[in-house]
């Protein structure tokens, strides 16, 4: 595995860390969202540097993810969660948006399933990554 794609994997299983100590906290499913949302964010960027797909300078999930997608590395995915995730990413620092669905502030539920959603989609990527490494070992 290249550096770059341990970096980003490493820096996404941060956000998953972040992410337990802050389900601790019922007032804080803004930041939890956040957090899930970074995770899914630096996976598909692992990805795209191990298969050399290219530099892609966005945050967008969706684009992220059809980046991805022709390469047959993916599980299958709710692309449901994938789009209220993509929808909790703002590029504004004004607190009063960051991590906001549309209709407000996550639920402490939507926020584990959120968590559970990018847990998963990380697990199942490095697991993938991994063996695509011992498959084809770098040289």
């Known amino acids: 595995m290249k550096q770059i794609t341990k970096e ?5 299983s941060d ?11 019922a007032h804080l499913t803004n930041v939890v969202s956040f957090h899930a949302q970074q995770a899914v964010e630096k996976t598909f960027k692992s990805v795209i540097e191990e298969l050399e797909i290219g530099f892609v300078k966005t945050h967008h999930l969706d684009r992220l993810y ?6 047959n590395i993916l599980p299958d995915i709710d692309l449901d969660v994938l789009d209220q995730l993509d929808s909790v990413y703002t590029e504004s620092r004004y607190p009063n948006e960051m991590g906001l669905l549309p209709y407000g502030k996550p639920t402490i539920e939507e ?11 990380y697990l199942q990527i490095k697991a993938k990554l991994e ?9």
């Open 131 to 139: 063996v695509i490494n011992l498959d084809h070992p770098r040289k």
């Open 15 to 25: 956000d998953l860390d972040s992410i337990k100590l802050l389900l601790k906290k």
């Open 66 to 71: 059809e980046l991805i997608r022709p390469h």
């Open 8 to 12: 980003w994997l490493d820096r996404a």
């Open 111 to 121: 926020s584990r399933r959120f968590y559970s959603f990018a847990k998963e989609l």
